[in-house]
Structure formats: structure tokens, C-alpha cells
């Protein structure tokens, strides 16, 4: 599929549009991670749609928590990116992990974003707002309210419930108030959507009477084509993970599955990426002695496609914990559209959806090194089996999860405001 473009204006349903929509996140490209690529996405379509899209983002500093290079120093500055008009405002960064650190970053941005647009952006139509950060629904619904405009919530992960879940939040006064505040937020979006089933059922039972709609993520097509992948080892079997580092992952298994794989020496172990527990992983692969692990960092999405498509079989793992059974991690698109078979470690929606209706892939229980290990052999064993689980996940992807008919359903919910 070809890189669509902008025209104007673009039809559906026999009906122009000229809607002025901005898109609020604190994480866009030139960083990588699945909403940068997500909504990136989405904004380039609904340009294509007709309509007028703006987006309004912290200067880029993510996954290292450092801003990067050519945006050092700024307190603002816009940008055209894919032709899209990019708004970026400072933010308040830092490598500490502590969780005052942390909310600082948070509400850094959602008290320059929302000086940023009431002083440089025009009023808009609908404002598309992305969480976590929880915090910037802050922004959303004061800037609703100046504006007199809709509000469209996007949830990609539950806060607080993850923080509270992974221990990543400790305190029961923020988190109570946390849960306050998503309530809040949620009873002032005019649309909800979520990118898991799981999520959008979660907020049913919170907001009954609010009007829910299903956004997964998934494949842009057109990324795949006119690439090569990257030169590989004569008969090297390579099994890769590549995204953030981060403590929802549980990337510990891909470690202990490693060190009871060391007596084949051609099976070999790429970790893509950069978080918070890298170096705690790095300290992990030197107790086990694990040289048939090799850790990269940070790659642009086409860098990352093309080690795609020299691997044997993308291994997609989470902490083994309930609330994870309403999640579809996001790096798992991208594999399957190339036809390589994954490895999933997550239970309940993911599972049903690619092993079991899809089949794309083998299960393996989340964290059990043990499980991964036999999977990975069970592959090793059969180029058949790898094959066949690979097309049959492309099939499915292709079919079911084309950010192009995503965005088109996206964009008639948006339209019905």
C-alpha cells in the first residue's frame, strides 16, 4: 500500500470535511515507541481525510529521558513532520527513577502544553488526547473547555491501575486520587477509546453511560515495502524482542531461556532498545554468563523492520499478572506483518486473538523460561512449522489490523461528534 497523501478534501461518504483536529500526547516521533508510531499514523490519515491536524508534543526525550540533540535549549518551536504541523513545548526530564522525578516530567508537560496551545494553536474542533500520562487529561479538558470543543480520551494503558498492579506506584494517597482524576477526566471526554478490549470493558464499568470505542494498533503496510533485511550469520538462528525495556516486560524470561539454550550455538538472542531495567538486564546476562545474548540500543521503526526480516521468531513477553490479560502489546504487529511467527507470553485477549484464532504463533507461559525454551526449539526443529505459523499470521494481521481501515473506522466515530 502506498504512503497516502494529503488532498483536499478527501471524501467519504460523499461528505467533505474541514474539521480542525490536535492531537495531544507527550510522546511523538522523532522518538520511537508504539504511540509515537500509532499516532504519527493516525494524524497523517486524518489529514488525508480532510481534515486540518495539528499535534502538540514534548520536545523528544524519550526512551532515555534526555532531550535529544537538535531540539537541546528550546522552550518551543514547530515543525512540519510527514506534513503534519508539529507543536513542541518543554518538558522537565530526568535518568532518576524516583517517583517525584517522575510526576515532575509528567506535570512539566501539562502545564507547558497547556500555555503552549492557549498562546500558538487556534482553537480546534476535537482534541485527541493520549494516556498515560494520565496527567495530560488535565490539559485536555481545560483546553475543552476554553475551546468549547470535543474531547476524545485515548487509553492505551490503564493508569493507575498498572502503577498500582507493578508496584510502580506506592503510595495509596496518589493512587486513590489518581483513580479520582481518571474518573474525572473520563466523565468529560465526549469519546473514549482504547487499544485493547480489555481496556475499553475496564472503563465500561467505570463510565456505563459513556460512549466506548475499540482503537487497536497495528501495521502500515506501505513501511514493508523496498526493504532488505540486514545481512545474517550463515546458520544463525536468531530470536528478537525490540521495543522499551521497562518493567511491564518481564524481559528477565528471554535471559534464563538464553542460558538454557548455550549448548546450541547457533541460536542466538537479540534484546533491541533502551528502559529503566536495561541495566539491571545487562547485570543479569554477565551473572548467567550469557554470551549468546547480544542487547542494542534504540532503532529508527525501518532499522527495526529490517532485523525483522533476518530473524527466525519475534518473542513477545509480560509479567505474568491479571492485569495484563486485557493487553495486546503493540510490538507484535509489526513481526506478524512480515510473516515471522512470535513467541507470546501474555495471557487472555492477546492470546486469544493471535495464537488461537490467528494462529501467528506459540504460547508460552509468562515468565516460565522453560516454556520459551521448548517453544524456541519446537521452531529450531521445524522451518516447516515456523513457516507455516508465520504465514498464517500475516494473513490475520493483514486482514484484521491495516492502520488505514483502523483510522477510517476512528475517523467515523469522530465524525458522529
Partial sequence: MAEPEKKSPIFLNNIPHDVRILILTQYYPPETGAPQNRLSSLAKYLACFGNDVEVLTAMPNYPRYEIFEDYKGKKYCKEILDGITVHRCSIYVSKDKAMMKRLANYFSFTTTSYYSASKRIKPVDIIICESPPLFLGITAVMLKRKWKCKLVFNVSDLWPESAEKMDIIKNKLIIQRSYKLANWIYRN????????????????????????????????????DNLTPRA?????????????IGHAQGLEVILHAANKLKHYPDIHFYIIGDGPVKEKLLALREELQADNVSFIGNQPLQEVIEWLKQCDAYIVPLRKLDLFKGAIPSKLFEPLAVGKPI???????????FIDKAKGGLFFEPENAQELANGIIKLYNSKELAQELGNNGKQYVNTYFRRDKIAEAFWQQLRQL
Fill in 189 to 224: 471526554s465526549n469519546l473514549i477509546s482504547g487499544q485493547t478490549q480489555g481496556i475499553v470493558e475496564a472503563i465500561r464499568k467505570m463510565q456505563p453511560n459513556k460512549k466506548l470505542f475499540w482503537f487497536p494498533n497495528g501495521v502500515d503496510l506501505h513501511k514493508f
Fill in 232 to 244: 545474517k550469520q550463515k546458520n544463525q538462528f536468531i530470536l528478537l524482542y525490540a521495543g522499551i
Fill in 343 to 353: 513467541l507470546l507470553g501474555v495471557e487472555g485477549e492477546a492470546k486469544e486473538l
